[in-house]
């Protein structure tokens, strides 16, 4: 853990330019700190808003010239005076709205996988720069705010490319601009200098959004003091792959890398990224899933040993679209490099915490951003380092995630009476040795192989416990291990963790009629936001978890092995990490399948699969 300490020469701190009210000259000259904490002194109406250029090393675009990123600056009036303040990043692809691009087909022929595509023609969405939220908060606190278009995304020049290197970059001098290192340029071109700038500067942002603030904080830029990532990752290739496998954020099959770079360019003239694009399509290798250069670009968590800074990360626990592994991912990497950490999670799924905290949420980023931009001697690091959302509403704090004192049981595929549905047991288990086999269908969905609990189901094995004795929480990652072979064209083994049971469950998470106001409004740019609330319903079960492996890539996910049929192998993969409440009674289920529509790609139906009971098992972390 960093230790922070005021070193002062000649009387000036070199840590902070605020200091406590008490002391300070005129707020035109210093940002105000009172009762620990930088106060809405400054008038958020008449804040200083310009456009500016940054000028990149990189040309993405390939025209000769330096790609330049389209800056919209909201910093108080004061600092055309001589204030000097902190920095706030939100950077994005979306300020220029976004496109209809083609999914890539979710069924898997012998007709190539490439679709043809044209960049759009005709005019572009118009940007718009109204921010999420940090201006209205923090413009009046003594802070700037910055929204940053990333590189072919609305007023910016260059190519998007899922935060490829150049990409990366382009962002990465936003923060050189704050800091005197790069230069930035008004439409007409005259030289526009940050001199109002500390040098002190944050990134924060959610989803994209959030995964650009990792991606800069690898790079080790100098000035990046901290960052906000609200549903980061910390690899792309743990979003749109798993063990080798082609896998979607849920329920949107079909998307890749490549389309999230055609949906965002919304810069002028964008036929010139049509070649850029063409090239992402063909080296993330959708065909066979692996591990590759292109991926390894856009692994932040290998580089984020170059980092100096701070993190305070947020995710929800059921957020199927950047997915659990994704949060956990970026969560172990800071922690391997010791860098100072924080970690929120919540109920709901891919949401904003000032949804689903409200105040509570802008009190912890405005503590943090005042601790780790201006050095005001706030309690936030002493704060227990996990905060998590055990019910709607009510929270509880840990050590660490996964929990400390969480510990591995084993429990075992066996048969059953009537063979299915089979059990789960800790040692011995009825029918070890014989084998149980299943053809997938990859017209059914999950729910559907789930649901049928107490009967046998050609297109799935299932393998229940018996009652619960008592409560217990899931904390970790289970990991499957299955001896099986496989037979046909689907190269997917899939697996779902079920709780069985009969429960009051969250449903979903949304607005309502409600709104409430935490900070300023100019125009559309609003301070206000409804009021969001979770829904819930009695279910008789809850899909805890899942996991997919491309059985080819049994070894590496970088290598392709093909499978013989009728042979038996080992099989291992992790399934999603998790945080969860079992209770008593309930019944844990293993489910094994081969197509997760909502996930996997869809192969001609027909694959056999036969599973070695007794030398087939899951790994679960528990605690209590």
Request: hydrophobic residues 35%; neutral net charge.
């Amino acid at each position: 853990m960093r230790v922070l300490a005021a070193i002062t020469l000649a009387g000036v701190s070199l840590l902070s330019t605020a200091v406590p009210a008490s002391a300070a000259d005129d707020p035109a000259r210093q940002v105000v700190v009172r009762d620990g904490e930088t106060k809405p002194v400054y008038d958020y109406a008449k804040a200083v808003r310009e456009q500016v250029y940054v000028e990149t090393p990189v040309d993405s675009d390939r025209d000769g010239k330096r790609d330049r990123v389209a800056v919209y600056v909201t910093r108080p009036k004061e600092t055309d005076g001589g204030l000097k303040v902190a920095s706030i990043i939100e950077p994005s692809p979306y300020f220029g709205g976004t496109i209809d691009a083609p999914y890539h087909p979710a069924d898997v022929t012998d007709v190539p996988r490439i679709s043809p595509w044209s960049p759009p023609t005709g005019p572009q969405p118009p940007v718009n720069y109204n921010r999420v939220y940090y201006d209205n908060y923090f413009v009046s606190r003594g802070y700037a705010v910055l929204s940053a278009n990333t590189l072919g995304t609305g007023d910016s020049d260059g190519c998007p490319s899922a935060i490829g290197p150049e990409e990366k970059t382009g962002m990465k001098t936003v923060v050189e601009w704050l800091t005197g290192k790069a230069k930035a340029f008004t439409k007409d071109g005259k030289e526009v200098k940050a001199s109002w700038s500390t040098g002190n500067v944050a990134m924060a942002g959610k989803s994209y959004d959030g995964t650009l603030p990792v991606a800069v904080a690898s790079t080790g830029v100098k000035g990046l003091k901290t960052i906000v990532s609200i549903s980061g990752i910390a690899s792309w290739y743990d979003y749109y792959r798993a063990e080798g496998g082609v896998v979607s954020p849920g329920g949107y099959v079909g998307e890749d890398a490549d389309l999230h770079a055609k949906v965002v360019l919304t810069r002028k003239n964008p036929e010139v990224c049509a070649g850029p694009i063409h090239e992402m399509e063909k080296a993330m290798d959708r065909v066979s899933g692996d591990y590759n250069a292109f991926w390894d670009q856009r692994n932040f968590a290998k580089d984020l040993g170059n980092y100096h800074g701070s993190v305070f990360q947020v995710a929800g626990i059921n957020d199927w679209n950047v997915k659990p592994k994704n949060f956990t991912d970026l969560w172990e990497a800071l922690g391997r490099n010791d860098i100072t950490r924080k970690l929120w999670l919540h109920q709901a799924a891919h949401d904003d915490p000032l949804y689903v905290a409200q105040q509570s949420w802008l009190d912890a980023v405005h503590q943090w951003f005042d601790h780790e931009l201006y050095g005001v001697r706030n309690n936030v690091l002493r704060q227990p380092k996990v905060h998590f959302e055990t019910a709607p509403g009510k929270w509880t704090d840990y050590r660490d995630y996964p929990e400390p004192g969480a510990r591995d049981i084993t429990l075992r595929f066996g048969a059953s009476h009537g063979d299915q549905p089979g059990v789960l047991g800790p040692w011995w288990v009825p029918g070890s040795g014989r084998r149980q086999g299943f053809v997938d269908d990859p017209a059914r969905t999950a729910d559907s192989l789930v649901a049928a609990q107490d009967k046998a189901d050609p297109n799935r094995l299932l393998y229940v416990s018996d009652p619960l004795p008592k409560d217990v929480r899931i904390s970790g990652t289970p990991e499957i291990s299955v001896r099986a072979s496989v037979d046909g064209k689907s190269p997917y083994l899939s697996a779902l963790l079920v709780d069985y049971g009969t429960d009051q469950r969250i449903t979903g998470f949304g607005p309502t009629k409600d709104t409430w106001c935490f900070g300023d409004t100019l125009g559309a740019d609003s301070g206000c936001r409804p009021k969001y609330a979770y829904t819930t319903a009695q279910t008789p079960y809850d899909v805890i978890s899942r996991g997919w492996l491309d059985v080819r890539n049994r070894h590496s996910d970088s290598r392709t092995e093909p499978v013989q049929a009728g042979r038996t192998y080992s099989f291992d993969w992790e399934l999603q990490p998790r945080q969860y409440q079992l209770k008593a009674g309930h019944r844990l289920g293993v489910v094994l399948l081969v197509t997760d529509r909502d996930y996997t790609l869809h192969y001609p139906a027909g694959t056999k699969v036969s599973v070695t009971l007794g030398e087939s098992s899951i790994r679960l972390p528990v605690v209590g």
